[in-house]
């Protein structure tokens, strides 16, 4: 086999991306028969590689027996089962299987976490990503870079237990960051300050503060009249509203007769009537 080494990684990939994928093709070169075969190659590299996961065989079984023995290698018999893959995998205990199944010209992947029953699939053409059977990865896939991010997004990331935690987990802190910041656009005027804080700076609208006792339910913020009242009546400025004085407990500071009642006789004119 022509190995390209570090360099055989497919264009715009970063090298590490692929490193000990020419170790592991040179090990089932021999077996690979059609195109699909290597896209199962590549996905298991994948999930060996960056998942940190040991496959321990073919089959579907969704048990773990002590005699599972994980490895980095795929397992004999792995593409011998015709038009369908199956491939068990282990990761921290908790097994997942890869499904593969070909049709006339795609192949569609299944990985299958057994314990939550989660469940990604993705369908790819062999024909259209797979160049070659034989020789370095950039001539076996030249876009293998496009397959590789395919893989991760759509097809394990969701899956897989140990990236959903920490992606789950920095997208909830990048929320509560933004939130903290956060600003309606649509608030006019500045911040208005806490209930206790009355009246509001700036007014909204450049409106008087009036009326603001009738809107608070503890009732703080001054007059809950239209207009507030004046502390006594001003007799040079004109007609005023009626005002009556109340003392403690609720009593009337002014003095009989109450000009509430009607007026004595010869009592003359009271502005308080």
């Known amino acids: 086999m022509s190995s390209g080494g570090a360099g055989s990684?497919?264009?715009?990939?970063?090298?590490?991306?692929?490193?000990?994928?020419?170790?592991l093709y040179k090990t089932i070169e021999k077996n690979v028969a059609k195109?699909?075969?290597?896209?199962?190659?590549?996905?298991?590299?994948?999930?060996?590689?960056q998942y940190k996961m040991q496959c321990v065989g073919i089959g579907e079984d969704k048990t773990i027996s002590p005699e599972d023995v994980g490895s980095e290698l795929l397992p004999?018999?792995?593409?011998?089962?015709?038009?369908?893959?199956?491939?068990?995998?282990?990761h921290n205990g908790r097994l997942y299987l890869l499904i593969g199944h070909n049709t006339e010209d795609f192949t569609t992947f299944n990985l299958l976490?057994?314990?939550?029953?989660?469940?990604t699939n993705i369908t790819l053409s062999p024909q259209e990503w797979v160049k070659q059977l034989k020789g370095p990865l950039n001539t076996l896939?030249?876009?293998a870079s496009l397959i590789l991010n395919r893989y991760r997004k759509e097809f394990i990331d969701p899956v897989f237990t140990g990236n959903t935690r920490e992606v789950t987990?920095?997208?909830?802190?990048?929320?509560?960051?933004?939130?903290?910041?956060?600003?309606?656009p649509l608030t006019i005027g500045g911040p208005m300050?806490?209930?206790?804080?009355?009246?509001?700076?700036?007014?909204?609208?450049?409106?008087?503060?009036?009326?603001?006792?009738?809107?608070?339910?503890?009732?703080?913020?001054?007059?809950?009249?239209?207009?507030?009242?004046?502390?006594?009546?001003?007799?040079?400025?004109?007609?005023?509203?009626?005002?009556?004085?109340?003392?403690?407990?609720?009593?009337?500071?002014?003095?009989?007769?109450?000009?509430?009642?009607?007026?004595?006789?010869?009592?003359?004119?009271?502005?308080?009537?």
């Open 9 to 23: 990684s497919a264009t715009g990939a970063p090298a590490n991306d692929f490193f000990g994928w020419d170790l």
């Open 35 to 49: 195109k699909s075969d290597v896209l199962v190659a590549l996905v298991h590299f994948l999930l060996v590689k």
């Open 76 to 90: 004999d018999g792995w593409n011998e089962r015709g038009i369908r893959y199956a491939l068990r995998y282990l």
């Open 113 to 119: 976490d057994v314990k939550d029953n989660k469940v």
């Open 141 to 143: 896939m030249p876009e």
């Open 169 to 184: 987990t920095q997208t909830s802190v990048n929320q509560d960051s933004r939130s903290s910041n956060f600003r309606d």
């Open 193 to 273: 300050r806490p209930m206790a804080s009355f009246p509001m700076e700036p007014r909204p609208f450049g409106f008087p503060d009036v009326g603001r006792g009738d809107l608070d339910p503890l009732g703080r913020g001054g007059p809950g009249n239209l207009f507030p009242m004046p502390s006594r009546p001003s007799f040079n400025s004109g007609l005023n509203p009626r005002f009556d004085p109340v003392g403690p407990n609720g009593h009337i500071v002014r003095a009989d007769p109450n000009p509430d009642h009607l007026a004595p006789p010869n009592f003359g004119f009271d502005y308080y009537m």
